[in-house]
């Protein structure tokens, strides 16, 4: 990746960042959007999965801070889900919107069933209730709003020359 | 070449191990260990985020308190609207509860429903009747005055003209005893509709505006001292032996909703204390009564009577209908 390259990654890496923590908590849904996820994805397709696994742990472990009862348990989903990523990077290469939605989907799904299973703090139905309810519904509004951010920050991730 | 790759592989194996190890160590830390770590990284790395975090969070809870808050104030709003009503209802209620402690006995409470029917504009239907002790022309009241009479009694409700009905009439006298006459609706225009007019007033009782008009108990009909209206101005008529008054009622149709019937004996024994004196007497221990703030009370002199005239023949409505109810 060129220099212009990392640093317009980085741009789009923190600024999903801040709408995670600006406009997530505005919106206030149960069914969130996980912009945090988005970003992390978009980073890993770009670097090698061990480094990919190593951010995802560093962002997981800056994210479960704020939330010191599961600690560790974001960082555990973020690095499987980013070595995944990155591990398949090449179809994230395929310039094709709805692969790319249903990898978002599939990662922030993945992320919460690893997330959720990892925290210990809910059994029977509640935990069926967020795996196979919630997880999905936030899974889809991340998928959405992932393919959303995707074509809005095309001219940024995307080198105009290539 | 495929060395190198292995090579890779192998190092990106060992960094998701070594992160997959991080993770769980976190996780597996106790908690004086891991509380002091999370608070440090939230201090430290994620400072601002935490900031942006939370000013996000009280935006969201502003916007969702703004709701809230216009729905209080729109329902504050709305009730403020209804409190001078509830006010007044709550005042005149609180006047008949004084009416009939002043009373004591010998009285049946009733609501007086209005009817806007065409013709029962003068009517109202009582929520009484003969199985609670309401009897055919037994007098109606409320604590500002007289109210009317009652005409037909069912077993659980009545029927009782009020002091506009064209049929109505009262004995009545200045509450001084200085002037006689009787009472009837003033059949005037709109405006002057509701008004009662004193008529039959002997040529030397010349009545000032203000001068308290009560029953004077002639008839038999309605009991002594039952405030009637106040006098607001002589009326001119044809009539040249005999002064005609108009008079300003003293209860207002729109304040009839909660009456009283007396009761043959309660007529009977007279109800010259219940309206005599300090209004506030006719009230339960209720300071601070709006009653208070009315017009002056109705003070009567003991034993005026007896110097009536005796032109009684027409001196009640009831009297009237009594001889035409007994044949």
Known sequence: MSPIGIVRTVIAFLLLVVLHFSVRPLLGWHAEIDFLLIALLLVAVRVRPGTAAVLGCVLGLLADSLTPGAFGAGA????????????LKAAFFADNLALNGFFFFAGRWAYAIVYVLAEHQRHGVELAQEVFVWAPLSAAATAGAGIVLLVLMRPLLEPSGA | MARAVASGTRADVALL???????????ALPAHLRDPLAATLRRTFIAPLVTL????????TALVRH????????????????VPELEAENDRLRRTLGLGHALGWGFVPAEALHSRALGEEFTVTLTRGSRSGVRPFAPVVAAEGLVG????????????????????????????????????????????RYLLELSGVQLSAALAPGTPIVSSGVGGVYPRGIPVGRIISE??????????????PAVQPYDISSVLVLEPRRVVAGVQTVWAGDSARHR??????????????FVLPRDTVPDVP??????????????AAQP
Do not use: C
């Open chain 2, 17 to 27: 191990a070594v992160s997959a190890f991080v993770a769980f160590a976190a996780l």
């Open chain 2, 235 to 248: 009326l001119k008529t044809s009539e040249g032996w005999a002064r005609t008054y108009l008079v300003q």
């Open chain 2, 284 to 297: 339960g221990p209720l300071p601070g009564d709006s009653v208070l703030h009315r017009s002056g009370p």
């Open chain 2, 310 to 323: 005796d032109d009684s023949t027409d001196s009640d409505s009831t009297s009237a209908s009594r001889s």
């Open chain 2, 53 to 60: 975090q939370r000013n996000a969070e009280l935006g969201r």
């Open chain 2, 67 to 82: 709701d809230a808050e216009t729905t209080v104030r729109d329902s504050v709003a709305l009730r403020a609207l209804l």
């Open chain 1, 76 to 87: 555990l989903g973020m690095s499987g889900v980013a070595f995944a990523a990155s591990w």
């Open chain 2, 149 to 192: 009479m009652v005409e037909t009694v069912d077993p659980t409700m009545s029927l009782a003209i009020i002091w506009a009905h064209p049929d109505f009439r009262v004995s009545a006298m200045s509450a001084d005893g200085s002037a006689f006459g009787i009472v009837k609706a003033h059949l005037g225009s709109v405006p002057e």
